[in-house]
């Protein structure tokens, strides 16, 4: 029984725990916390109870003590409470009236005694001295539990304190996958030796246990009250063996996973109290475990999402093309990525008196098209700036991407303008441009080659254009097209094709894709890239 004698000057406690003639008392002072936490003053070690679940304090006002919840259940004599004075008798529930209980008594308003009885494991008043030495292993057992917060680390501590208890020789944890294999992730020895070799293990067990979601435990396999073992068990000389499903939270269900216990040497003198405390601890663990790795896997998707912000500032940097300033053309290009970072890309640079751009879409999405993306787009531009023809170009792209055999392709649209409005383009499987005379007649160019990446032998031929003074070719990707509105409508080439006869600028079609999609997610990156043609007058930029 655990005694709290109040000091009337210090309102100081002193804990005494009684058996058998003998007492131990731990000192202590008001607020008296309780919950699951282990820095608590009282640990209830159970899912149901809070990590702070409620506290004693002495009102001075009243001079008594007094029971504050701190927004859990608690119920004084089976009425739920918020705030209750205490008195001698008073019966305490933490979490339902089939939780924790404590009680109050006394003879005096100055001498109160509390006394934890965990009923719930259903102990005699008579506890000898190993039950309660058994109970204190199980509050430490719980302190080591919640007090490291890393999923090896909350493993290591099960398999210790469960080896402790049973006494048998070897701990094993098994946690299922995304995919429902069971994996093991922890094992280690009585004596603190990482073990890593299941082949060793009772099958039968395991299976058992994870399938139909109920312990194993035979103490003794080679007594007589033992039913036939197992084949495994036979065959790997396994004397005595527990296996403990861990359940997910609030479900006996679906297991996470399972904890083994055995011994080869020595049977486990595992009693009822023993039992139950394996199974309560199971339960703390199951409970920490799902949250350890939900943590893990929040973690590891902030780091993703960093990653993917330095990859999206990195091509965004790379996709920052300066416009070069031409007496002859300007051009304006717009790209919106679908997932923070894309698989379009577009460039634009002037070499020996021409005009180049490149339009370019890869198959796929997000991070690894925009691997290849940003690396076609740096061998084009060198290729380029190599004064190599487009053709030539477009044949290098082709057999290298084959080469790597990175499983992607890409459709892309390389074009060459001069002064004299000589325009040499080559359609490698794109969308077709469109090309807008000044007198606002609108046609697509009817060049077309394959995809690059596709086909190692593919052969690529360019087309010449003469423009007049005031003729526009748009580039673009089939993200424009593709964008969907909320009830899943696209924005069509029609919408499309009549802005771009009424002289609407790239930048004024995206805000009109914008407004037509209402804010509905892209599912494709878009891009548009303008080539305006003004030769000897090209407005100012």
Known sequence: MRELVSDSSSHAFTLQLANAGEQTTISAQTPFTIGRAPEMDLVLPY??????????????????????????????????????????????????????????????????????????????????????????????????????????????????TTLELTGVERGYVFLKDAAGELNLVAGRSASGERLEDRSTLSRTA??????????????????????APSESIVLQNIRAILCIPLHKRG??????????????????????????????????????VENAAL???????????????????????????RVPQLSFAEVEANSIPCRGIGGDFYDVLCH????????????????????????????????????????????????????????????????????????????CGHVQPLLHAPGGSLMRPANCNLPVGLFPDAVYES??????????ILCLTDGITEAEDPSASEFGAGPLQSLVVAGATSEQIFA????????????????????RYYPNAAPAG
């Open 512 to 531: 009109q894709i914008a407004a037509f999609t209402e804010g509905a997610p892209l599912e494709d990156d878009c891009t548009m890239l303008e080539v």
């Open 47 to 160: 899912p149901f109870i809070s990590r702070r679940q409620a506290e004693i304090r002495f009102d001075d006002s009243t001079e008594r003590l007094e029971l504050i919840s701190r927004g859990a259940a608690c119920f004084v004599n089976g009425r739920r409470v918020e705030r209750h004075a205490l008195a001698a008798g008073d019966e305490i529930h933490f979490g339902s009236m089939e939780g924790p209980l404590l009680r109050l008594l006394g003879e005096a308003p100055d001498t109160l005694f509390l006394r934890a009885a965990l009923d719930h494991l259903e102990q005699p008043a008579s506890t000898g001295v190993a039950e309660l030495g058994k109970l204190a292993w199980f509050v430490e057992a719980a302190r080591r539990l919640n007090g490291v917060g890393g999923l090896h680390e909350i493993l290591a501590a099960l398999i210790d």
């Open 352 to 427: 020996e008196d021409a005009l180049y751009v490149v339009v370019a879409d890869i198959s796929g999405k997000g991070l690894s098209a925009a691997v290849l993306a940003s690396t076609l787009q740096g061998l084009i531009h060198g290729q380029i700036l190599s004064g190599l023809p487009l053709p030539e170009i477009a044949l290098f792209a082709n057999r290298y991407i084959c080469h790597k055999n990175v499983r992607k392709y890409a459709t892309m649209i390389l074009l060459r303008l001069t002064e004299d409005g000589v325009s040499e383009y080559i359609n």
């Open 463 to 472: 087309e010449r254009l003469q423009l007049t003074p005031g003729h526009r």
């Open 295 to 321: 943590a893990e896997e929040e973690l590891a998707a902030r780091r993703y999402r960093e990653e993917l912000r330095i990859a999206s500032e990195i091509q965004q940097s790379l996709m920052s093309v």
């Open 206 to 227: 395991i299976q058992q246990a994870i399938e139909g979601g109920q312990e194993f435990i035979v103490t003794d396999t080679l007594s007589a009250e033992a039913a």
């Open 251 to 288: 479900t006996e269900a679906q297991v996470l996973g399972v904890l083994y216990l055995d011994s080869r040497v020595h049977r486990s003198d595992l009693t009822r109290l023993d039992s139950e405390l394996l199974r309560t601890i199971a339960v703390e663990a199951a409970l920490l």
